[in-house]
């Protein structure tokens, strides 16, 4: 047997039909880029995640960019965020001439830790991205009400929570501003890349729709230099497709992830050597279902032996990569941990039962 960590066939496979007749019209009208499914998408995707404002872009890291650039982000500028998440969120902060200030971890949820946010805070900070990882919602209570405390402003990276919940709110739609990635591997995904900016100000939100479009609307007149941040109208038009399937999809990989957690009690391999996420979080959508042990790296090569897929997000932490200075080994213990102890196991919405027991029970053989 064989099972891949992600199945993308599977997904879009069963709306080939709708996906092309939707493809049809687009190539129809010809208005390849902002044609009517970018308002469309934007307003069906403004209504799902409780946002007054949704602005279709070229992908989560431009989304991510243009909420920087919105915010007046300039180098000098400390913009803190974890120190376990994917590169792209550091990324942006960087290419603006800021500094990327890292923040370690809460070990249990692997978002960052509140009380360390607090820590990092300087003169100079001006504003905090928080990623939700894997899936679940950051701790945005405390991490807003802190923000609020020393005026900084909230970027809130939602690029793998699209459709994950907490009682605030939808992940994305509770701080000023939030960025979501429709990766063809992210919970809602595209046929390439796009994603979006949700946005509660009506007045950044205009900005940011005319930095989508080099700083001016209509090409007119340029008062300020924006960028080229444009989704696709064809993407727009197969997003809104998918959409419609996004809730079925996220409660698809949660019950994926409780089904592991029955196994794995059950198999007794619950310990120190092994540990499965918890799925009590309701609004955690699983864009990845990762466990930790300390024993990773044989765990994987057993599983990719025996036909499992799995991989690892993210193997170093962003404080040790070499072109973001200032930092050293050590510094963020628990993200330093992490890199070394997670893996993701295939928890796709579309993955057969008797898949999910397979990658089980070869998890189970490795420490029997
Ligand atoms: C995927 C991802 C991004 C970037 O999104 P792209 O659409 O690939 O540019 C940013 N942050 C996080 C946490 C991501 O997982």
């Known amino acids: 047997m064989r099972v891949p960590l992600y199945d993308l066939k599977s997904q879009n496979g069963p709306l080939k039909a709708q996906i092309l007749a939707a493809v049809e019209r687009v190539i129809t009208h010809q208005r390849f880029v902002m044609g009517e499914e970018i308002g469309a998408f934007e307003s069906e995707m403004a209504d799902y995640c409780g946002a007054e404002h949704a602005i279709a872009v070229s992908s989560g890291t ?34 603006l001439g800021a500094k990327p200030v890292f923040v370690d971890i809460d070990p249990d949820t692997f978002n960052l830790a509140p009380r360390r946010l ?4 300087t003169p100079k900070s001006k504003g905090v991205i928080p990623v939700h990882m894997y899936g679940r919602c950051a701790p945005m209570p405390e991490i807003l009400e802190i923000a609020e405390r020393h005026r900084l402003f909230v970027v809130e990276d939602a690029a793998q929570a699209v459709g994950a919940r907490m009682s605030l709110g939808v992940a994305g739609a509770m701080a000023d501003v939030g960025c979501l990635s429709f990766y063809p591997t992210k919970n809602l995904s595209a046929l390439g890349d796009a994603g979006m900016v949700l946005a509660k100000n009506d007045a950044l939100a205009e900005r940011m729709r005319k930095l989508r479009i080099h700083g001016s609307p209509d090409n007119s007149e340029y008062d300020e230099v924006g960028g080229n941040f444009r989704m696709d109208t064809m993407q727009a038009a197969v997003l809104s497709i ?19 957690a029955e196994r794995f009690e ?63 080994q050590g510094d963020f213990s628990e993200s330093e941990t992490a890199a070394a102890q997670v893996l ?21 053989r490795f420490f029997a």
């Open 118 to 121: 607090e820590e990092a805070i």
């Open 344 to 364: 993701s196991l295939p928890v796709y919405p579309e993955l057969p039962d008797e898949d999910l027991d397979f990658v089980a029970d070869t998890v189970i």
């Open 266 to 328: 059950v198999g007794g391999v619950i310990s120190e050597r092994f540990r499965p996420p918890s799925y009590s979080d309701e609004g955690h959508v699983f864009h990845q279902y990762v466990v930790r042990a300390p024993e990773r790296d044989a765990l994987q090569e057993h599983l990719l032996r025996n036909g499992v897929g799995c991989a690892v997000y993210y193997s170093s932490p962003l404080h040790l990569h070499p072109c973001f200075d200032g930092y050293q």
């Open 62 to 95: 431009d989304a991510l960019l243009l909420a920087l650039m919105a915010n007046d982000v300039r180098p000098g500028d400390e913009i803190i965020t974890s120190a376990f998440t994917f590169f792209a969120t550091a990324g942006v902060i960087h290419r």
């Open 242 to 260: 998918k959409l419609k399937r996004l809730e079925e999809w996220n409660a698809k990989r949660r019950q994926n992830a409780r089904k592991y």
